[in-house]
């Protein structure tokens, strides 16, 4: 079992930067690929980014690319996502997921991860 938990949505305007964190227990943290995703009012839960459980490879969705950073530090058993410049469309709730794997790579699908948290509400404000 691996529990997680984010922390660090907000209420914040049109430009503001966030940075969300999971900290995940329960399981070795460097066996994991995690992932990022959101779920707007009313939509489909959608990939943010993805990170491999090492090498640090990552996947960004056209909608975040150049604006937001995931990363992790599998001394801390946490995954982080620098948001930056943020905007209306960005307003979800977010969700850190989990897989345990042995395959250096990002895992795309909702399906594809074993553990999820709780979330966390981000909401832009215009």
């Known amino acids: 079992q691996v529990q997680l938990a984010e922390s660090g949505g907000g209420l914040v305007q049109i430009g503001d930067s966030l940075r969300l964190e999971c900290a995940a227990s329960?399981?070795?943290?460097?066996?994991?690929?995690m992932g990022w995703f959101r779920q707007a009012s009313g939509k489909e839960r959608e990939l943010v980014s993805g990170?491999?459980?090492?090498?640090?490879?990552?996947y960004y969705s056209d909608a975040v690319k150049g604006r937001f950073s995931i990363s992790r530090d599998n001394g801390k058993n946490t995954v982080y996502l620098q948001m930056n410049n943020l905007k209306p469309e960005d307003t979800a709730v977010y969700y850190c997921?989990?897989?345990?794997?042995?395959?250096?790579?990002?895992?795309?699908?909702?399906?594809?991860?074993?553990?999820w948290g709780p979330g966390t509400q981000v909401t832009v404000s215009s």
């Open positions: 997921a989990a897989k345990p794997t042995n395959i250096y790579r990002v895992f795309r699908g909702r399906s594809d991860y074993d553990y």
């Open positions: 329960g399981r070795t943290f460097s066996a994991l690929a």
């Open positions: 990170i491999s459980r090492s090498y640090d490879i990552t």
